[in-house]
Every structure is written in structure tokens, then in C-alpha cells.
């Protein structure tokens, strides 16, 4: 069974093939240049670029994988959450794909796809698990007890933790989307050289991030001369132990020994060195899918269809793209 995937619910234009669980291809094309100067995503410049790349991306894959649109047996694609424009080129592209070659269509919420990144990376760590779901649009903690079964027991009331580090990172003068520059420069710098809070850490599993980009704001109007590995190394540690906190925290009181973290912040280079450390203390295990697996991609969304499919489920022509779909 070939499954074509397709993402386009923000910046990244994705087209993956999966026969049966695994990966033939999976292309990303980024729009981060497109968006640069801007200091973050245009939503019609998204749109009309999806629109631009989507079909040859489409052939391209066919291409890689030698193989024929008559091959295949699937189309999954993300309906939702994501920007309403880019959605709808993505989903629209896949109803005519599935139209025109007979073949069944099933939308994806794509957080849930985010969580099946970790199922295609490690088929071995099955639930129950606690999924942290780390992006630039979304940070949860989900409650996964079986696959197709989700809760979310705590998530962000402000800012995302990828919006943080962008939202910093365009304070210092990084380029956007800054996440992976300040894992690099994090790298060189002293995590405790800056006292950064760490919002909300003793209580609960929500997070809240808004209030230490303030704290950065008047950090850097009092030490304009803080050393800027300094400054993202610390800021950086803020934020990981934030997550790393909340993360045991909810495996403890969920009483699961499994996390999965996924989403375009589980990249980050610190988390991955962190986490698994504090968590092995507590018999934890942890896993994070690949970097190419962590960031939007199509992947995710063809090995999340597949399951739904298998299930027997089906989504209708009909369907509309769903901006603020939830996740369970
Ligand atoms: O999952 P994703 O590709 O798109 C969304 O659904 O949002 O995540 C993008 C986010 C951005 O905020 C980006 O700065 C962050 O992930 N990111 C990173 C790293 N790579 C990407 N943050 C920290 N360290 C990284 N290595
Ligand atoms: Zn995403």
C-alpha cells in the first residue's frame, strides 16, 4: 500500500511517500526565506507559494521513488490547525488527487501528526506515552494511553515555546526563525551566566512563556553588553527546564514511562541532551524522532492517514480545512 502524504498547514510545502509504515520519501521545501523579512509567516505569501510548489514537489516524489500516481493507494493530508489559505491548497490539491485517481482521502489533524513523527522514528516505544507536543504554534503535553486515543492534560496559555525562542531571537537580531541559531550559539554560551525566570514551574502543566521574553526585554535595556551565547544559552536553559519540568511532571502523575517529544523545538540540541538525563533518574524513557522528522513535514501526516485509514475511516469530498481543529 503506497500512501501519499501532503503538508502545507504553515511554511513548509511537504510531499512524502510511505509504502505501508515506511518512509520512500519525504521532501520539505521551506518557505523560511520567502518570510524572512518579515520577521515571520505572511499567510498569502504561504498560500500562493504552496500553491507554486505543491504540484512539482508532487512529481518530484513520484519521481524519487520510481514510482507511478497510478501506484498509488492512499491520500493523507493535514486539515488542520494551521492558516486557513495554506490548508486549503494542501486539501484542496489532495481532493482532486483523490478524485481524479479513484482513491480514498483522509485529513489529519496535525498535531496528531506530530505525535505519529515519534511512531515512525521508534514503532517499538508504543503507548501508553505522554506526548510534548514543542512547535512554533504549539506547546502541549497530550495524554496518548492507546494510538487514536488523545488527551491534553496541560499546553501554553501565551506564547508557544518556538514562538519564545523566535520572538527572543528577533530581540537580539537573529534572523527568523531564530530556534536553530540559538541552539547553536547556546552551545558557546554560559546557561547560568543570566537569572532568567522560569514561568510557572512549580505548579500545574500549563506553561507560560510570554513573561520571559519580558524579562529578556529589561535584561537587555540594563546589560546591553551581555555576551550573546550568554544570553541564548541562558534564555534557552530557561526554556528547557520549563519543558523538561512539566514533561516528568506529567508522566509522574499520569503514570506512564514513556515521552515521546516532538514538533520542530524537540530539534533542539539542549532539550535532547537534558531530558533524557533528568528523565532516566525517574525511570523515564525518552524518545525524539529525527531532526527531519521533528520539523512540519509529510511523513508524519502519510503514516498518520495510513492508521486512520486501517481503522476504516474516511474522510468525505466535502471535508473544509479546519483552522482550529482540536486535537481528540
Ligand atoms: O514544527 P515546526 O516546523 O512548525 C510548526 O508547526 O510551528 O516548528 C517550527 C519551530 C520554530 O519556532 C523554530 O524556531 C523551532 O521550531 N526550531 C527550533 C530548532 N529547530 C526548529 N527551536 C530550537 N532549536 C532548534 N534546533
Ligand atoms: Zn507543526
Known amino acids: 500500500m503506497i500512501t501519499i502524504g501532503i503538508e502545507t ?63 498509488l493507494g492512499l491520500v493523507g493530508v493535514t486539515r488542520g490547525p ?19 485517481l479513484g482513491l480514498p482521502l483522509v485529513g489529519v489533524n496535525h498535531l496528531e501528526a506530530h505525535i505519529f513523527a515519534h511512531r515512525l522514528a521508534h514503532p517499538e516505544a508504543e503507548p501508553p506515552l505522554v506526548a510534548l507536543i514543542v512547535s512554533g504554534g504549539h506547546t502541549s503535553l497530550v495524554h496518548v494511553p492507546e494510538w487514536g486515543t488523545y488527551r491534553q492534560v496541560g499546553a501554553t496559555r501565551d506564547d508557544a515555546a518556538g514562538e519564545a525562542l523566535d520572538k527572543f531571537g528577533r530581540l537580539i537580531g537573529l534572523p527568523y526563525p531564530a530556534g536553530p541559531a540559538v541552539d547553536e550559539l547556546a552551545g558557546r554560551g554560559d546557561p547560568q551566566a543570566v537569572p532568567f525566570p522560569r514561568p510557572m514551574l512549580e505548579s500545574g502543566l500549563d506553561f507560560s512563556f510570554a513573561g520571559l521574553k519580558t524579562a529578556a526585554v529589561y535584561w537587555l535595556r540594563d546589560h546591553p553588553h551581555t555576551h550573546q551565547e550568554d544570553l541564548c544559552a541562558s534564555y534557552l536553559e530557561a526554556v528547557v527546564e520549563v519543558l523538561v519540568e512539566k514533561t516528568l511532571r506529567a ?68 471535508a473544509s480545512a479546519a483552522p482550529a481543529l482540536p486535537l481528540g
Open 82 to 100: 494551521g492558516l486557513v489559505g495554506p490548508l486549503l491548497v494542501g486539501l484542496s490539491y489532495a481532493k482532486g488527487l483523490a478524485l481524479a
Open 9 to 71: 498547514s504553515c511554511d513548509e510545502t511537504s510531499v512524502a511517500l510511505l509504502r505501508d509504515g515506511d518512509i520512500l520519501v519525504n521532501l520539505v521545501y521551506s518557505q523560511v526565506d520567502l518570510h524572512a523579512r518579515f520577521g515571520g509567516v505572511v499567510p498569502e505569501v504561504a498560500s500562493r507559494d504552496h500553491l507554486r510548489k505543491l504540484p512539482p514537489l508532487v512529481e518530484e516524489a513520484l519521481k524519487k521513488a520510481e514510482l507511478e500516481a497510478s501506484q
Open 251 to 318: 508522566a509522574k502523575l499520569l503514570g506512564v514511562q514513556r515521552a515521546a517529544v516532538v514538533g520542530g523545538v524537540a530539534a533542539n540540541r539542549r532539550l535532547r541532551e537534558v531530558l533524557p538525563a533528568r528523565a532516566a533518574a525517574g525511570g523515564v524513557e525518552v524518545y525524539f524522532p529525527p531532526p527531519e522528522l521533528c520539523t512540519d513535514n509529510a511523513a508524519m501526516v502519510a503514516a498518520c492517514a495510513l492508521f486512520h485509514h486501517l481503522r476504516g475511516e474516511e474522510t468525505p469530498l466535502s
